[in-house]
């Protein structure tokens, strides 16, 4: 991130995210930090002021993201809240009544509740016409769901969950319908984390839902509108989930060219080498590429033209250079890299983990080729 872009948002902005930073290099401890990220508007950047948000737009939003990461050095955290803003709060902005922004977005724009998107489930997850949870009326005009989910990000914790459910059988277009559902919903029962490589202090978790009762109320979009709630959500996650990674790398980076010119080799610092000094240009290159697109993804949704072709190459694209950059990176401390204090192989976990969330590399190349007419 630039001086210049953080400027171009005005002195407000640029003093606003100076002490961003400032809070971030402290390193928030999760147990406070959502309340405090929400204190200071980080989780309501890209809402409009009209809904209750600071309506800085995407581009603050991303930046705020990147600028999180890099100081703080956490990968779990900033991923969390990307994953909020990104799959349940755009969708309740989009597609919530007053009522829903006053029950759920409030809450969740000012960090005093946590959001959980759960649309994945053990058998299906790009193939949406083979998700089975499912939702029935019932003779009081309330929904009984009935299924489980899987890989659910924030699941364990999480105060409201955004639930897809089949409610017709058919094409997913009109067959799928979204649901809020509040921890603690009789029949909901959410599951404990799922221990995994990457990404620590994520929450993953499964969820069971066992004729779990949802009021009408609590139905987002219309019947049979679960589909355009999850392209709304995808089309948002994909382009923008991986913000924090462009702080990753930039901490990254920086560590690994203090340590090439701190530490000498034949006595020479190791900067000095070319086959170092290439690979910390190609690092600089993934950096340079992937946050280029991505910003440029982000002032084309602050100009309200984000499709789902730029969402796709967005997500691809800086995933595939945060794998290059962090194929590099073990190379510069050699076998040091096996030590926890480098965080190149934690680095290189979270790197393997970009490629499948939001949809896996080959699904955001299928989506690009269909864009292409191919």
């Known amino acids: 991130m630039t001086t210049h872009q953080a400027a171009a948002h005005g002195a407000e902005f640029a003093d606003w995210l100076a002490g961003l930073r400032a809070w971030a290099g402290k390193c928030p401890d999760e147990s406070?930090?959502?309340?405090?990220a929400g204190a200071q508007g980080l989780l309501s950047l890209a809402v409009p002021e009209t809904a209750?948000?600071?309506g800085a737009g995407y581009e603050a939003a991303c930046l705020a993201l990147e600028a999180f990461a890099e100081e703080s050095g956490l990968s779990g955290l900033p991923f969390s809240m990307a994953a909020q803003m990104w799959a349940c709060q755009e969708p309740i902005l989009e597609f919530g009544s007053e009522a829903q922004h006053a029950r759920y977005l409030t809450p969740l724009t000012s960090g005093t509740a946590v959001g959980a998107f759960a649309a994945t489930e053990y058998d299906s997850?790009?193939?949406l016409l083979s998700l089975r949870t499912r939702a029935e009326r019932d003779g009081e005009g309330r929904w009984r769901l009935d299924?489980?989910?899987?890989?659910?990000?924030n699941g364990p914790s999480a105060d409201v969950f955004l639930i897809l459910a089949r409610t017709a059988e058919g094409s997913a277009l009109s067959g799928l319908t979204a649901f809020l559902v509040p921890r603690g919903t009789p029949g909901l029962r959410p599951g404990k984390v799922i221990e995994k490589t990457g990404?620590?202090?994520?929450?993953?978790?499964s969820l069971l839902l066992d004729d779990c009762v949802v009021d009408d109320a609590d139905r987002l979009g219309g019947t049979g509108?679960?589909?355009a709630v999850l392209m709304h959500a995808m089309r948002h996650e994909r382009a923008f989930i991986l913000a924090p990674t462009l702080g990753l790398m930039a901490r990254a980076l920086g560590r690994a060219l203090d340590h090439t010119r701190s530490r000498s080799q034949f006595g020479q610092p190791l900067s000095s080498y070319d086959t170092?000094?290439?690979?910390?240009?190609?690092?600089?290159?993934?950096?340079t590429s992937a946050r280029e697109l991505l910003y440029a993804t982000a002032r084309a949704a602050d100009r309200n033209s984000l499709d789902h072709g730029r969402s796709s190459l967005t997500k691809l694209h800086v995933?595939?250079?945060?794998n290059r950059f962090c194929q590099e990176l073990p190379d510069l401390y050699g076998g040091y890299a096996l030590l926890p204090e480098t965080g190149a192989t934690a680095l290189l976990a979270d790197a393997v983990a970009s490629r499948y969330y939001s949809g896996t590399s080959d699904m955001q190349m299928k989506i690009i080729a269909e864009g292409l007419g191919l």
């Not at 299924?147 to 990000?153: A, D, E, L, N, Y």
């Not at 990404?199 to 978790?205: D, I, M, V, W």
């Open 32 to 36: 406070t930090a959502w309340r405090e």
């Open 52 to 54: 209750g948000g600071a």
């Open 125 to 127: 997850g790009s193939d």
């Open 147 to 153: 299924g489980s989910k899987t890989f659910v990000t």
């Open 199 to 205: 990404l620590e202090g994520a929450q993953l978790g």
């Open 225 to 227: 509108g679960g589909f």
């Open 276 to 287: 170092i000094r290439r690979r910390l240009v190609r690092m600089h290159l993934s950096l």
């Open 319 to 322: 995933s595939t250079e945060f």
